[in-house]
């Protein structure tokens, strides 16, 4: 996994005029946090962590004022919702051989068997713990020939060297559905038995 750096300074300003002042700069008001520090808050570039966020559980490594070098991965984004643009972000600090847990993103591979049969994801991201700056990006399925009735179990889904589950082995993370046939409208199988007659 790549690490994505990014410049931020520390912010004192604080509250919603604070926050709209940043945004309106084209910067995210953001915490750091964790291994029993105090939260640091900090602005950071909008573009560079909307960038950096597109990959799931983006390794950051922050140069904060210039001064201190840190590791942080993602644990709260909050967007606009109708903009879409970032408006909040928490970051986890984390180091180099610390095990986290974190979600990956579950890609499904192959064609269901014949039928119309129809794909849950009932996980869509899988639970995993994951050395810090090895967390993969997804993990990939084969749904190929599963027919209605069959499951994915999350014992099933192979990982990389150094993931482990944490999640429950038999927690179902896909399973596959009969197509459901439309029924007629109530009263239209009379009438058609009516103009049959």
Do not use: C, W
């Not at 490594?61 to 967007?79: F, W, Y």
């Not at 995993?128 to 190929?144: C, D, L, Q």
């Amino acid at each position: 996994m790549s690490e994505v750096k990014i410049s931020a300074v520390t912010r004192t300003e604080f509250g919603k005029g604070a926050a709209r002042r940043i945004r309106r700069d084209n910067k995210v008001p953001g915490v750091l946090y964790g291994h029993g520090s105090d939260p640091l808050h900090l602005t950071l570039p909008g573009h560079d962590l909307l960038l950096a966020l597109r990959t799931p559980n983006v390794l950051i490594s922050l140069d904060i004022d210039g001064k201190t070098s840190e590791l942080a991965i993602p644990k709260s984004v909050q967007r606009d919702a109708i903009k879409g643009f970032l408006e909040h972000v928490d970051l986890q600090l984390v180091k180099r051989g610390e095990k986290v847990s974190v979600e990956i993103p579950v890609h499904t591979e192959g064609e269901l068997a014949p039928g119309g049969n129809l794909l849950e994801h009932v996980l869509n991201a899988l639970p995993v713990e994951a050395e810090a700056t090895h967390i993969p990006e997804s993990v990939s399925v084969s749904v190929e020939g599963l027919e209605a009735g069959a499951s994915v179990l999350a014992k099933d889904i192979t990982l990389p060297n150094g993931v482990t589950l944490a999640v429950e082995e038999d927690a179902v993370v896909l399973q596959v559905l009969a197509a459901q046939a439309e029924e007629a409208p109530e009263g239209a199988a009379e009438e058609a038995a009516e103009a049959a007659e």
